[in-house]
């Protein structure tokens, strides 16, 4: 069927009319040109339109669901036309990342009053802030040395903020406590770090250590230094930090009794390498008079630091250079080395030092005679042992009632009876004697002149046995009387804390079964006691009775 002439000129001169579409004017299919007349394309368009109010389609659906508002279509822009500035009205609406970008470069340039002007303009035009205008604020308030202040802000921050603090949030709070001597704060702040979830990293704890040493706080050091390796799992990271408060790179410079708490604690703590990485730092900063690093005390530490890891031949070389360092011993020092030494089987070394206290002006006292005395009795120089305490004496000490009876009976057992009976008299007027010192020493003698030195031995060797045994004795009653007292009590607690009938009594009657249980106990501990008492009089007057037949 042909398309007339009139048909297809209209077509065309409608396609050529301009029209403003939004989108591109549909193509021209082939189906309308193969109608005969206008009126069967007509036809054609009704049936559509019917069925695409059946049948909508997809893009009709979304447009739907869009409110229902047109909008006047934009006009088509040139590219290549010039752009208008934007109004006075756009320039006044500020973002908050505007804001904190001023607020960091007023921060930098210590303009704390600016900052702070800025951020109450914010607040007054509404503008929301996020968490790095917090920050800057608590750093502001920090820096003016108003630490008070920045805790109310963090307070306010932590009860109205939509949003949680940030581990920078904790660091610049941490470092400004610690810096403005609020360190118990900033451990406050790391353990509710810790509560809400956010990992204390490395810095934290730096700035804690730092804390710690100018607060002279060894202890808190180690604690620090222990939680972030144990707790943490973080062992690197924990000696890099105490690296950084204590060691070579650290800023902090410690005065010579703060120096000493580290040295001690690291000696305690296994870190005898650390030590001595910090007591050579020690030596180098020491400067006297200006800068006074060492002092006695931390040639002690490092003594028996080495002493502690048996190496006592540089402990007597370390403690022998503190002359070098304008340092001088004195008699607490020497009494220190020398009883170390004197416990490790070194009483040849001992005794050099000993007569090295007389070289630097140090007068030993009753400590270091005893010492001395009674490690010569162990290494069986009995006769030196007298010699130290005779030396004791002559000098002007006082030695103690007991250091005399270990003195008289290592005499007796080795048969010198004479010299112990000289030392009686010497001490017998300075001394307060109790009645078994007078009876050892009178039957002491008795069996001298009677040429009864192996009786004596025997009778000193009995003396010491039964001691021995009372002693005994006497710990297992009070253990038994213990156990005893225990038992009865936990017997009869459930039924006072559980209210249960026992025996068919009532609660207060289990409660005065307790308590009788209890006196009984305690009446048998002290029975006990009198017990010992009486049977340790028994062996003295059994000992009395066996030196009368001897």
Request: aromatic share 8%.
């Amino acid at each position: 069927m042909a398309l007339s002439k009139l048909t297809f000129l209209t077509h065309l001169k409608t396609l050529t009319t301009p029209r403003y579409h939004r989108h591109p004017p549909p193509f021209i299919t082939l189906r309308f040109l193969s109608f005969a007349t206008p009126e069967e394309a007509a036809a054609d368009r009704r049936r559509r339109k019917r069925r695409l109010r059946i049948e909508p389609p997809l893009s009709s659906l979304h447009r739907s669901q869009q409110p229902q508002q047109q909008l006047p279509p934009k006009p088509i822009q040139n590219p290549n036309a010039p752009k208008l500035p934007e109004t006075l009205a756009a320039v006044c609406r500020p973002t908050i990342f505007t804001v904190n970008a001023v607020m960091t470069a007023q921060l930098r340039q210590s303009k704390y009053s600016d900052l702070l002007s800025l951020h109450r303009f914010i607040t007054q035009a509404g503008v929301a802030p996020n968490v790095i205008t917090y920050n800057l604020l608590f750093q502001t308030y920090l820096d003016c040395k108003k630490p008070d202040t920045a805790l109310e802000h963090y307070k306010q921050f932590i009860n109205d903020a939509p949003f949680n603090p940030s581990p920078t949030t904790y660091r610049i709070l941490i470092k400004g406590l610690v810096d403005n001597g609020k360190l118990e704060k900033a451990m406050e702040l790391k353990e509710e770090m810790l509560a809400k979830g956010i990992v204390a990293d490395p810095v934290v704890y730096s700035y804690l250590m730092m804390g710690c040493v100018r607060n002279d706080d060894s202890d808190g050091v180690f604690r620090l230094y222990e939680e972030l390796k144990e707790k943490l799992g973080m062992e690197e990271e924990a000696m890099s930090c105490y690296n950084e408060a204590v060691g070579e790179n650290s800023s902090v410079k410690m005065s010579a009794v703060a120096y000493n708490n580290v040295l001690d604690a690291l000696c305690k703590n296994g870190k005898f390498d650390e030590a001595l990485k910090l007591f050579d730092r020690m030596i180098g900063e020491h400067n006297p008079p200006k800068r006074l690093a060492v002092n006695l005390g931390s040639f002690n530490v490092m003594a028996d630091g080495y002493c502690a890891e048996g190496r006592f031949e540089e402990a007597i070389e370390v403690f022998r250079k503190m002359g070098e360092y304008r340092c001088s011993p004195d008699t607490l020092s020497f009494n220190n080395l020398i009883d170390q030494l004197c416990k490790n089987g070194m009483l040849g070394e001992a005794e050099k030092l000993y007569g090295e206290m007389g070289e630097k002006g140090v007068n030993p006292d009753e400590y270091t005679y005893g010492v001395l005395m009674d490690t010569c009795f162990k290494e069986d120089r009995v006769d030196d042992g007298a010699a130290y305490f005779r030396k004791m004496i002559e000098t002007g000490l006082r030695p103690n009632l007991a250091v005399y009876n270990r003195l008289v009976d290592q005499l007796v057992k080795v048969g010198n009876i004479d010299e112990a009976k000289s030392f009686f008299d010497i001490m017998v007027k300075k001394l307060k004697m109790d009645d078994a010192s007078y009876k050892s020493i009178m039957r002491a003698g008795e069996l001298g002149k009677e040429g009864r030195e192996e009786d004596l031995v025997k009778l000193m060797e009995e003396k010491e046995r039964q001691k021995a045994e009372a002693k005994a004795k006497e710990a297992e009653a009070a253990e038994a009387a213990k156990k005893s007292a225990s038992a009865a009590i936990s017997s009869l607690i459930p039924s006072k804390l559980f209210g249960k009938k026992e025996g068919g009594a009532e609660n207060p009657e289990n409660a005065n079964a307790v308590e009788a249980s209890s006196a009984d106990s305690i009446g048998e501990t002290e029975a006990g006691k009198e017990e010992n008492v009486e049977e340790a009089t028994a062996i003295e007057a059994a000992l009395a009775n066996s030196e009368d037949q001897l």
